[in-house]
């Protein structure tokens, strides 16, 4: 690598420190899961006084339409004077925001219809988030105009910090390609990385979107790049990540050989009780003996953490997640996650990042891997499709051999290809979940062989509904629905949580659903504040969506299987939120506990070995500071987190994933 750096600064000693002058205009591929959903051009305005980029955003994403359009002014010089982007962030998000910057030093701030004057900081450029991408290549060349310090301040929030990170050589048309490699961090959550030209031309960007997932961008004649940029982002993703991590990592240098949690209340999610005063002892990464202090003696050397007035649960399990970056993984961990199945990813990220996991390169929850497929079609994600039922085989094969648990399908897969998908899945030992194909109703989906369901609202299409929009669900209809899926042991990943999300009035509170929420990295509060509908919008859904956990309930009343899942939302809480949810249903605070252990280790065929504290389990742990069998909230106030018998900090990992250590009501 030295030597490589060496060369490209030889080749490139001046030219690539200078800047061209910016194109006229410019295009730009949109891709999300490396499948190409819209694009980004510019045009520029050039006069004596200002250089004028009207720019215009728009990608389809899996049926929705999100488009924005921006304008950011310079002088020719490259110094701000302006930005204005008005628009759609995600499916569920919106941005109306202007920062216009006079010669007196007032930046003029408007975000949505609030509007203030305060001094523009030194060093500052404005800047919008994630998009667009042509802001975020005026902002890296402004850093470079400015000597490239550690940090610049953004308008009308937050800091970004950037480094040049180094060369990436690729081929293109047959010729070596020299790319510079830059690292930003702080317009989102997270690290991003960008590529440009030896002319500083932006040549490529990934990042994360305001869902959270990742948005590739690339100059139109540089798509044919994407693929070696994607999985050279996965690799340098976790390679910044471990840099960050320092020699002051969260898990012990060696595993602790035996491990004494003694004195709390543990929650035995199998039978549904309590043990009061009771010892837990770990070895080896598993779980030695569980019960009354008075019946399990403490060995000696064993290292003892003290859980008097607190409650001990098995490692929490998240079913429905999404690990898109690096970061993710410390913040699951310090809400008590430390079991995810990743439902649908980009193939080689996903598989390198449970290997720096598991290999100790990196930090985050065991990772369960649920490979997506597709059909072709106007809502078709990401560029794993099946449209006969041969693709799906070899589909379903090349998952398997990579070590994938599950197979998840998507919304514009055929059914004919749907039976041969299952059929395949079956036969190599998989079970097979995820959305309901557009073409099919839930029933025929699990007669097709589907044994697991994504998303409550599959389940509501089956139901009717109160002239309000709430579900009935007391009628026969619901009761032949509830016999089928019980019959079938169809398993129900509700997601309610990202429902609400979506469903919520962003004039409402939001520390309602997130009470951290002034905890979290500062783009995640600008991107989830601006999340839900407008207040009207939202009083017409709010009795569809309210009565969603009391379908979780009636579920789980007629024996069908529930397990807790988020779909992402709010990093590592948000399973709190679902299972908050549940109890707010008619769960009991045991039965809903039970969702996120034991029930979810049984709909994968792993609770032989997880899912609870039991003898011969893997061992993992939450130590909890409270009672959430009393108040589920309490869940939140996680203390201490075991996974496979490492130990770790709570306030470390949250550190590690950007989070303050602000404390939110309880």
Request: hydrophobic share 45%; proline share 6%; aromatic share 6%.
């Amino acid at each position: 690598m030295r030597l490589l750096l060496l060369l490209a600064s030889c080749v490139l000693p001046l030219a690539a420190r200078a800047q061209t002058a910016p194109a006229d205009t410019a295009t730009f591929l949109l891709h999300k899961f490396a499948q190409r959903i819209g694009k980004e051009t510019y045009r520029l305005t050039r006069t004596p006084q200002a250089y004028t980029y009207d720019v215009a955003f728009r990608f389809v994403d899996r049926g929705s339409p999100v488009a924005l359009t921006a304008q950011i002014a310079t002088t020719p010089a490259g110094e701000p004077l302006r930005l204005a982007v008005k628009g759609q962030t995600s499916r569920f998000s919106s941005i109306n925001d202007t920062v216009s910057l006079g010669a007196d030093g007032q930046a003029r701030i408007r975000i949505n219809e609030a509007v203030h004057t305060e001094p523009r900081p030194a060093l500052s450029f404005p800047v919008a988030g994630y998009a667009p991408g042509t802001g975020q290549w005026l902002l890296l060349r402004y850093w470079q105009q400015h000597g490239r310090p550690a940090s610049l301040n953004m308008l009308p929030s937050g800091t970004v910090r950037i480094r040049e990170d180094g060369i990436d050589t690729l081929q293109y048309q047959n010729q070596p390609l020299l790319l510079r490699r830059y690292v930003l961090k702080g317009l989102v959550w997270g690290n991003e990385l960008l590529w440009t030209d030896q002319q500083g031309n932006l040549v490529g960007l990934i990042t994360n979107d305001a869902e959270g997932d990742k948005l590739e961008l690339m100059a139109q004649s540089y798509e044919a790049l994407l693929p070696a940029l994607i999985s050279r982002a996965a690799r340098r993703g976790m390679q910044l990540f471990r840099a960050e991590m320092g020699a002051a990592a969260t898990r012990p240098a060696a595993p602790v050989p035996l491990l004494a949690v003694v004195g709390g209340t543990v929650v035995d999610v199998v039978r549904g009780r309590r043990i009061p005063k009771a010892t837990v002892l770990l070895q080896g990464g598993k779980v030695l003996k569980v019960g009354p202090a008075t019946a399990v003696a403490i060995p000696k050397g064993a290292r003892i953490i003290r859980a008097e007035g607190k409650t001990v649960l098995p490692g929490l399990w998240d079913m429905h997640a999404h690990f898109q970056q690096a970061e993710w993984g410390p913040a699951y961990l310090a809400a008590g996650v430390t079991t995810v199945r990743d439902c649908g990813n980009e193939f080689a990220y996903i598989n390198a990042v449970q290997r720096a996991i598991d290999s100790g390169q990196g930090v985050g929850p065991g990772i369960l891997k649920a490979g997506l497929i597709d059909g072709s079609g106007p809502r078709t994600l990401g560029i794993e499709i099946a449209d006969t039922p041969a693709e799906a085989v070899r589909l379903v094969q090349r998952y398997k051999a990579s070590g994938f648990a599950q197979i998840k399908l998507y919304s514009s897969v055929k059914p004919a290809v749907v039976h041969a998908v299952c059929a395949e899945a079956h036969r190599l030992g998989l079970t097979v979940t995820g959305h309901i194909p557009d073409d099919m109703t839930l029933l025929q989906g699990v007669a097709a062989g589907m044994d697991q369901v994504n998303h409550i609202n599959y389940v509501v299409r089956l139901l009717r509904r109160n002239p309000d929009g709430s579900v009935i669900l007391t009628d026969t209809t619901a009761a032949r629905v509830f016999a089928f899926l019980k019959a079938h042991r169809t398993v129900i990943d509700p997601t309610v949580g990202v429902f609400e999300l979506a469903y919520r009035s962003t004039k409402d509170d939001i520390m309602a659903i997130e009470p951290a929420y002034l905890r979290l990295p500062q783009p995640l509060q600008a991107l989830f504040v601006n999340m839900g509908q407008d207040p009207a919008d939202a009083a017409k859904s709010a009795s569809y969506v309210a009565s969603y956990p009391l379908l979780v309930k009636a579920l789980n009343d007629h024996g069908i299987p529930v397990v807790a899942g988020t779909d992402m939302g709010f990093p590592g809480t948000s399973l709190a939120r679902e299972l908050e949810l549940y109890v707010q249903g008619g769960l009991t605070p045991m039965q809903a506990l039970q969702t996120a252990t034991i029930a979810a280790a049984r709909a994968l065929k792993l609770d032989a070995r997880a899912g609870s504290l039991d003898p011969g389990k893997q061992a993992d742990l939450v130590l909890i500071d409270g009672d959430p069998l009393a108040h589920i909230r309490d869940i939140r106030q996680v203390q201490l987190v075991v996974k496979a018998g490492q130990v770790y900090e709570p306030a470390q990992l949250r550190r590690l994933a950007d989070y303050s250590e602000l404390v939110g009501p309880r």
